[in-house]
């Protein structure tokens, strides 16, 4: 009966650089079954192929679900 179901997915999001290699994003997103997530993040770029990220994320309604991201990027 799960395979029947269906959901549509959504996000919206802007980034934007705020100086040496350091992006700024924020988004919001989620789908049309569950409350929607709050997200903000930050990007280092620290060479032409390597960059690092930082995000948390939070989603609305109770209880408050919360979510924290590490990672990196290798460009080859």
Do not use: H
């Amino acid at each position: 009966e799960s395979a029947r179901r269906s959901s549509t997915l959504w996000n919206a999001a802007v980034e934007g650089a705020v100086g040496r290699g350091v992006d700024l994003m924020a988004e919001v997103y989620g789908d049309d079954r569950d409350e929607p997530w709050l997200g903000a993040g930050l990007r280092w770029t620290l060479g032409d192929a390597f960059s690092v990220n930082a995000s948390y994320a939070v989603q609305s309604g109770a209880p408050r679900v919360k979510l924290w991201t590490l990672g990196f990027k290798l460009a080859f």
